[in-house]
Structures are given as C-alpha cells and as structure tokens.
Nanobody
Framework: QIQLAESGGGLVQVGDSLTLSCSTPASNFSMLSMGWFRRAPGKEREYVALISRSGNITYYSDSVKGRFAISRDNAKNTMNLQMNGLKHEDTAVYYC???????????????????WGKGTLVTVSS
C-alpha cells in the first residue's frame, strides 16, 4: 500500500488560483503513473488529470483543460496540480492517485490507479 498525502486545498474566490500537492514516501515513485481526481458534492468521483511516470505525457479532462496543469518532480516524490481560473463548479474534494498505468479510455480513467490519498477540499466561492 502506497501512502499518498494531498495538501493545498482551501477556500478561494472565483477566478483565483490554487496549487495542490501530493507527496509520498514511496521509493518507486518514478515508476508510478499518477493522477488527480475529484468528487464534487453529490456527484461521483471524476478524472481531472493524469501524468506519465516521466512526466512528459499529460492528460486533462475537458472541464479543466487550459486552466489546470499537472506536474511531478520525481526527485522530490511530489506531484502538483496548478489550478487557474477556478470556477464554482471546481468545488470538490481532490484526490491524488497512483497506479501501474494510465488508462485513457473514457469512463475508465480510475482503473489504472490502485492507491488513493484521503483528499483535500477545494471550495470556490462566488
């Protein structure tokens, strides 16, 4: 079981920026595909962004493309999600996830992840 810890959530205004971070003590971090997912109130958990093991391939959901940026630092065992132009509908608990592979088939994004953090709450107020 890989421990993942999210940080950086909080209360922001519409249009603001926020950076989420995910850290892990896992010694094989560079071998893990990583991703961010979120669960909005009353909704199912959904995919936000994925990043390959090296960090040179990224994927974004249509709802965040152009506003969010996922990145990782394998030397520091960390992954970030830079969120710009936040909207009210971005309000959610954001989860960091890791897994052996990236699945890009629509509706199946979570299948490549087998470890999850506890989540960090992002609230965007208008």
């Amino acid at each position: 079981q890989i421990q993942l810890a999210e940080s950086g959530g909080g209360l922001v205004q519409v249009g603001d920026s926020l950076t989420l971070s995910c850290s892990t003590p896992a010694s094989n971090f560079s071998m893990l595909s990583m991703g961010w997912f979120r669960r909005a109130p009353g909704k199912e958990r959904e995919y936000v962004a994925l990043i390959s093991r090296s960090g040179n391939i990224t994927y974004y959901s249509d709802s965040v493309k152009g506003r969010f940026a996922i990145s990782r630092d394998n030397a520091k065992n960390t992954m970030n999600l830079q969120m710009n132009g936040l909207k009210h509908e971005d309000t959610a608990v954001y989860y960091c996830a890791s897994g052996p592979r990236i699945v890009t088939m629509s509706g199946h994004y979570q299948e490549g992840m087998d470890n999850w953090g506890k989540g960090t709450l992002v609230t965007v107020s208008s």
